[in-house]
């Protein structure tokens, strides 16, 4: 794509923005940036963007365009229904999101990951797994740099892997990722969207182009299908990729790959490994040779990361859940007894949705933040639920409770605002207080 005398709109001020915007300048192309945001609050926003030769209008101003431009790039934490949005729609030729416009300038092939769950310790395995095998690849898109960031730097790559969201696949139009990756499906973000429908059509955008010469990696679903696709599930036994007995099994050729002698932990990481190995077959890369790589691989903070281990007792962290799905992940994925940290701000979510589930794998609960007494009343009739005052002294309570053998799962299944500024000083704080009692 030629944008040289083009003009363009970008629509944000985060760091999407900020790189699509010195992506187009680079090109050649005359750039304005517009975010209706509060003006003083993108004040430092302003300052980076005037350091790149680029005008950032803030506030009401920016509904106005003011001028007809070529592109309008819209950043993913913009709804293109929102009158930012709409004005844009209307002033520009075209509305795209960053990864479409990326893209276009771009003609290094692309593994592209999305789902509801699972999506960064996935993208981060096969980019690690890649670079072990001696190819030149980068991670980015929702994690790590933004897309426009790593065409801008024009690095020589053999592949760049993607995290994307649905709202980055909101306003793809004509990306079509060499591999595609489907982790799995829950309700989330139901604040952005009006239905379950809506949301779910939103990632399925990334197959929109899929052909015959592209991958689709997908988890095991009736009526999920493709002309070239391999399936995986750590649960289901029709899946093109299982497991059995700690092992990751290939059903078609007999193929094992012994999981528990890698640093991951959880049958929900073992299907990201299923991920990875099936982009290693299509890209001809032996399982011998990724071995080393994926072994060796540690899951991204606050995903289901081990951190600690006292009296034979496992301790792992997986601050990042904060919805259902993630701890049902988490849990389902737990092969051994489980004593389970829970809990955080209330947000409306049903607890009692997993009953039988934590009755099946949950030995003893114990509570925290503001849903505590609510999940302590929802699964009172299937395990034994203490309620505590804070991550600290749910550690305590955990250990006292386990025993050798068992795992110590923090995942609390909900937002972590009622007592922290994010998920990773949650996590931080649970590392800090397994730390401390493996050091008294």
């Not at 993208?123 to 790593?150: C, F, P, Q, W």
């Not at 589930?357 to 849903?371: F, K, Q, T």
């Amino acid at each position: 794509m030629d944008l040289s005398g083009k003009s363009i709109a970008v629509l944000g001020a985060g760091g999407s923005g900020l790189a699509a915007a010195s992506l187009a300048l680079h090109c050649g192309a005359s750039v304005a940036a517009f975010d209706s945001g509060d003006p003083e609050k993108l004040l430092p926003a302003v300052e980076k963007f005037g350091a790149k030769g680029v005008t950032l209008i803030c506030g009401e101003a920016a509904l106005a365009p003011g001028e007809a431009f070529d592109f309008a790039v819209i950043s993913p934490g913009i709804d293109a229904g929102t009158p930012i949005g709409k004005a844009f729609a209307a002033a520009a030729n075209e509305l795209i999101g960053e990864i479409e416009f990326a893209n276009r300038l771009s003609d290094v092939p692309v593994v592209a990951i999305t789902g509801t769950n699972g999506k960064t310790t996935t993208t981060s395995l096969i980019d690690h797994m890649l670079r072990g095998a001696g190819l030149k690849s980068v991670a980015a898109g929702n994690i790590g740099k933004a897309y426009s960031e790593i065409v801008l730097e024009a690095a020589p790559l053999d592949w760049v892997v993607l995290e994307v969201s649905s709202f980055q696949l909101e306003t793809v139009v004509n990306f079509a990722p060499r591999v595609a990756v489907w982790m799995n499906f829950a309700p989330d973000h139901m604040d952005r969207y009006k239905t379950l429908g809506d949301y779910r059509a939103a990632k399925l955008r990334l197959f929109e182009r899929v052909n015959d010469t592209t991958l689709v990696v997908s988890k095991f679903e009736e009526g999920f299908e493709f002309p070239l696709q391999s399936t995986f599930s750590a649960f289901a036994t029709g899946a093109d990729l299982g497991f059995e007995d700690g092992k990751i099994v290939d059903r078609a050729s007999g193929r094992t790959f012994d999981f528990h002698s890698g640093n991951l932990h959880g049958k929900h990481n073992a299907e990201n490994v299923m991920v990875a190995l099936a982009v290693a077959d299509h890209l001809g890369l032996s399982w011998d040779l990724v071995t080393e790589s994926i072994q060796e691989f540690k899951a991204p903070s606050h995903r289901c990361e081990k951190v600690g281990m006292i009296d034979g007792v496992t301790f792992i962290n997986d601050s990042k859940s904060t919805n259902l799905h993630s701890l049902e992940s988490a849990l389902a994925g737990e092969e051994k007894p489980v004593i389970l940290i829970v809990g955080g701000k209330e947000k409306g979510l049903d607890f009692s949705s997993l009953t039988e589930l934590v009755s099946a794998r949950v030995r003893e609960a114990v509570c925290i933040g503001e849903i505590a007494d609510k999940i302590s009343n929802d699964w009172s009739a299937v395990t034994t639920c203490t309620t505590v005052s804070d991550v600290d002294e749910a550690v305590g309570k955990a250990l006292a409770l386990a025993e050798s053998g068992e795992v110590v799962l923090f995942s609390p299944g909900t937002s972590s605002f009622d007592m922290f500024r994010g998920y990773e000083e949650r996590g931080n704080v649970f590392r800090k207080a397994v730390a401390d009692r493996m050091n008294a």
